[in-house]
């Protein structure tokens, strides 16, 4: 079994609406949280990050964290074509010394206008 | 891309040929790292390097090596390429590995493709 389990997808939206995508994972030391977005045939970048628990909001953009669960979201407000991407999500655990990050699959995201 | 480049950016090759991957960074960032992206597996970490001359194994180094003789260079290679080696490889960099640093920044990919 995967650390970090994502859905695939593809999740369809329609322009303006909201998105919404979660990845579970098994390992309780993850403490650090981040989602990258990556557009086809580029590098990831990274877009949110998280420390423990909590959510936080930047933008049109939200991450939340449930530790209790080992559940992390992303909210994307008021989306638009130009979010179209795949997202994927990577946490590691702070023993980790050399920056280790364990990935998701990616949800890719297809916003229709 | 953050100072990031891969070279070379597509590559066709023969099963059995060894194969050279370059990465090569302007931000002088002591850590680099040799992923994979497969469908249905995310990205996987090959070899990262913590330094000159300092390279470990990730999750999935089987048939492939690393060097680092410059901070800016970490080279990958795949010593006798094999069909299931076929993959988009991304080189990543980070300035620190612990604590609150967290940030890895992606090159654009070198999409291999083995025959």
């Known amino acids: 079994q995967k650390e970090v389990e994502q859905d695939p997808g593809p999740l369809s939206v329609p322009e303006g609406a909201i998105v919404s995508l979660n990845c579970t994972y098994s390992n309780s030391a993850f403490q650090y949280f981040m989602w990258y977005r990556q557009y086809s045939r580029k590098g990831p970048e990274l877009l949110m990050y998280t420390y423990s628990s909590g959510n936080k909001e930047d933008g049109r953009f939200t991450a939340q964290v449930d530790k209790s669960s080992k559940y992390i979201s992303l909210f994307i407000r008021d989306s638009q074509p130009s979010d179209s991407a795949t997202y994927l999500c990577?946490?590691?655990?702070?023993?980790?010394?050399?920056?280790?990050?364990?990935f998701g699959a990616g949800t890719q995201v297809v916003v229709t206008p | 891309d953050a100072g990031i480049t891969q070279s070379p950016r597509h590559k066709v090759t023969e099963t059995g040929t060894p194969v050279t991957l370059r990465c090569h960074q302007t931000e002088n960032h002591r850590y680099m790292y040799w992923y994979r992206q497969d469908p249905g597996h995310g990205l996987r970490l090959i070899h990262y390097?913590?330094?000159?001359?300092?390279?470990d194994k990730g999750e999935v180094s089987d048939g492939y090596s690393v060097s680092r003789s410059k901070t800016e260079d970490f080279l990958l290679t795949l010593e006798s390429a094999t069909s299931s080696q076929t993959s988009v490889y991304f080189c990543?960099?980070?300035?620190?590995?612990?604590?609150?640093?967290?940030?890895?920044?992606f090159g654009p990919g070198t999409r291999l493709t083995v025959t």
């Open positions: 990543a960099i980070s300035e620190s590995g612990r604590g609150n640093s967290y940030e890895q920044y």
């Open positions: 390097s913590y330094g000159v001359k300092d390279t």
């Open positions: 990577a946490m590691r655990t702070p023993t980790d010394s050399w920056g280790k990050l364990q």
